[in-house]
């Protein structure tokens, strides 16, 4: 089965948001193992919009699209596929009714156009929509099949997963499988050649290396006729690659290197605290983002200015003026000093200069000292970085986890 998305929106053309949506419905199909052949964002123009939708059915089997089901009169999505199918906009008395109880239990007065969402094209099929009131759409036309979603994410995916994937498994033939290894401490070149031999002789599974920030992906996919089987090739092209890469794959698929530290840090029953001064607050920022981070998460402290590093960390001023607050030597004395006042087992200390100003032809932009204290560690790291102000800050929060991560795996 071939699909298209349409993903319906001016504000997506504006970038005004991002479309998660196309992302999350294509990572979806494949799943299913429905190929994706093409994905479009057209505006809120009828015109664009019917060609879009005119041309998606002259190439795919199947054509969703996301976003246009509300109230208002830009929300043209139903109307114009109904158009392009030559199908009347009749009322679906189970939406209706569900959007009635909506706004009664809202305690809020449904206006006319709210009885707009109710409509579906004749012979169509509505699809409840348990967090909003525009319910989704399903109609089969001439070996066709369209499906229009609702734009809000929070709607669009618990719709997906409860109505439309069991549609789509009966229709499809075949699985597609992906996983995404996610590896730290290595540059996309390197990755790239020690697995060059798997890259070269690939059929299926395949392996593709993707850049991000701060880490290296491997999307291994693979295509069988049921599940067990893809979940096979991929556990043995998986085996391959960590025999060549090891401890620098830190994750698989949706796990983040916060995550991996925090689980590491709770399976031991150990704490952390950190004392941050260039990347301003941010690796304590990313911590805290995990459920459950308190746990194992004492405290951040931002020592921003030399008198805070001496108030608050106890570094002697004397070093300060004699080494400069950007050196390996205040960087261990941060992680010292915030491991001491918290009592934690493991401190991180960061000391750097961000940019854009601020460098000098001994310590330019971009140069960071990272230094970990914990049960018998004492180390100290120099990292060099170019770019912008918020991607070394974020590259160095990156190397910290890594280096935390490595050290606990060791343990």
Same mark, same amino acid.
């Given at each position: ?6 993903? +319906? ?5 504006? $970038?005004?948001?991002? !479309? ?30 019917? @060609? ?7 190439? /795919? ?6 976003? $246009?089901?509300?109230?208002?009169? !830009? ?7 109904? @158009? +392009? ?26 206006? #006319? ?18 967090? $909003?009131?525009?319910?989704?759409? *399903? ?10 979603? &609702? ?6 995916k618990p719709m997906f997963h409860d109505y439309v994937s069991p549609i789509l498994r009966t229709e499809s033939k075949g699985v597609i499988l992906s996983r995404v290894l996610k590896l730290c401490g290595l540059g ?5 050649? #020690? ?13 593709? &290396? ?12 693979? @295509? ?29 698929d949706e796990e983040t290197l916060e995550q991996v530290v925090v689980r590491l840090l709770t399976q031991r029953r150990e704490r952390l605290a950190v004392a941050e001064s260039c990347s301003g607050g941010l690796l304590? !920022? ?30 002697? /001023? ?7 607050? *950007?050196? &390996? ?18 401190? +991180? ?30 180390? *100290? ?16 929060? @990156? ?13």
């Amino acid at each position: 089965m071939q699909a298209e998305i349409i993903s +319906v929106g001016t504000e997506l053309l504006l $970038g005004q948001i991002l !479309d998660t949506n196309a992302v999350f419905l294509s990572r979806e199909l494949a799943s299913l193992g429905i190929g994706l052949y093409r994905r479009s964002t057209v505006g809120d123009n009828p015109q664009r919009l019917r @060609q879009a939708v005119e041309e998606a059915l002259a190439r /795919a089997e199947l054509v969703i699209t996301s976003g $246009g089901l509300g109230p208002t009169d !830009d929300d043209l999505t139903k109307e114009t596929v109904a @158009q +392009v199918l030559g199908l009347s906009l009749i009322p679906d008395r189970p939406s209706l009714e569900w959007i009635q109880d909506y706004f009664a239990k809202m305690g809020r007065k449904m206006t #006319e156009n709210n009885y707009k969402q109710a409509l579906i094209p004749e012979g169509g099929e509505a699809l409840p929509n348990l967090h $909003g009131t525009a319910p989704g759409i *399903v109609v089969r036309y001439k070996e066709k099949l369209i499906i229009c979603l &609702p734009g809000p994410p929070r709607e669009l995916k618990p719709m997906f997963h409860d109505y439309v994937s069991p549609i789509l498994r009966t229709e499809s033939k075949g699985v597609i499988l992906s996983r995404v290894l996610k590896l730290c401490g290595l540059g996309e070149s390197a990755v790239a050649e #020690e697995v060059a031999d798997l890259l070269a002789n690939q059929t299926n599974p395949t392996l593709a &290396p993707l850049a991000s920030e701060g880490e290296v992906q491997l999307r291994l996919t693979a @295509q069988a006729n049921v599940m067990d089987e893809a979940v096979r090739l991929l556990d043995e092209l998986e085996a391959k690659v960590r025999e060549r890469l090891g401890e620098a794959i830190f994750a698989v698929d949706e796990e983040t290197l916060e995550q991996v530290v925090v689980r590491l840090l709770t399976q031991r029953r150990e704490r952390l605290a950190v004392a941050e001064s260039c990347s301003g607050g941010l690796l304590a !920022d990313r911590i805290t983002d995990v459920p459950g981070a308190s746990a194992v998460f004492d405290r951040g402290v931002v020592t921003y200015s030399n008198r805070a590093k001496e108030e608050l960390l106890g570094i002697p /001023a004397a070093v300060i003026a004699r080494e400069g607050a *950007v050196s &390996p030597e205040v960087a261990h004395l941060m992680a010292q000093g915030v491991r001491k006042k918290s009592a934690t087992e493991w401190g +991180v200390g960061i000391t750097g200069i961000a940019g854009p100003g601020g460098g000098t032809e001994e310590k330019p932009v971009g140069l960071v000292y990272l230094a970990l204290e914990g049960p018998e560690v004492s180390l *100290v790291r120099e990292l060099r970085w170019r770019g912008e102000r918020s991607l070394i800050k974020r590259r160095t929060t @990156q190397a910290a986890l890594d280096l935390l991560r490595r050290e606990l795996l060791k343990k």
